[in-house]
């Protein structure tokens, strides 16, 4: 079956921006995760949704990060006011199972800020 | 920050060698997880450890667990070339959040 899809797969955004980043997980999976990766790192948590309720947005580095999925599917992520330190790949996952088990990933969406 | 931290850094083997990664974490974990990582396929679940167990095996692959140490390995047995990748560890610690180290990356020459 599909897998978890994201778009754009690449975004070019000068500093001051708003950008929106889309993430299509596996149907019916209950998890939904975004992870920030920066160059030769691993994955660093943002925010979990179990089904349309944000848990925990606990790895939000500011609040100029928003993340959303209203009706428990599509996800979508938002950075207002784009700066440099934002550009990173951005990861979503998703799980069949509630909570930190097995996540299947997207390809990702990688972020330049110029 | 990052809960785990995988250790090395880098690894360069032969191919038909094993492969031997470790990861150390910082508080209880309900479960840790491997992955693996490279530009063709993106990030890759490979298998699952929950807490209350010590080893377990998926093909090549051999995990174990230490709680008291807080630490874990993964064994890549008989190594080919398409292993090449990074490798990282990942946290669950009983919340939502999965915390992943910086990853081992693997190089294995034919």
């Known amino acids: 079956g599909a897998g978890v899809s994201q778009s754009p797969r690449y975004k070019v955004a000068k500093r001051g921006q708003d950008v929106a980043l889309r993430c299509d997980p596996i149907s019916g999976h209950v998890s939904l995760f975004w992870y920030q990766q920066a160059l030769g790192q691993g994955p660093e948590f943002l925010t979990y949704f179990q089904n349309e309720a944000q848990l925990d947005k606990s790895g939000l580095p500011s609040d100029r990060f928003f993340a959303e999925r209203p009706e428990g599917s599509v996800s979508t992520l938002k950075i207002q006011r784009t700066q440099q330190e934002d550009s990173a790949v951005y990861l979503c996952?998703?799980?069949?199972?509630?909570?930190?088990?097995?996540?299947?990933f997207g390809p990702g969406t990688r972020l330049t800020v110029t | 920050s990052q809960q785990g931290e995988e250790d090395p850094q880098a690894l360069s083997i032969q191919e038909g060698e094993n492969a031997t990664m470790n990861c150390s974490y910082k508080?209880?974990?309900?479960?840790l997880q491997w992955y693996r990582q490279n530009s063709g396929r993106g990030l890759v679940h490979l298998i699952l450890i929950r807490s209350n167990e010590r080893e377990k095996h998926s093909g090549r692959l051999r995990v174990t667990l230490d709680t008291s140490k807080k630490s874990s390995s993964l064994l890549i047995t008989a190594s080919r070339a398409a292993d090449t990748a990074s490798y990282f560890c990942?946290?669950?610690?009983?919340?939502?959040?999965?915390?992943f180290g910086a990853g081992t990356r693997l190089f294995v020459k034919a």
């Open positions: 996952a998703s799980g069949i199972r509630r909570g930190g088990y097995e996540q299947y």
């Open positions: 508080t209880s974990i309900n479960n």
């Open positions: 990942a946290a669950a610690a009983g919340g939502f959040k999965t915390i």
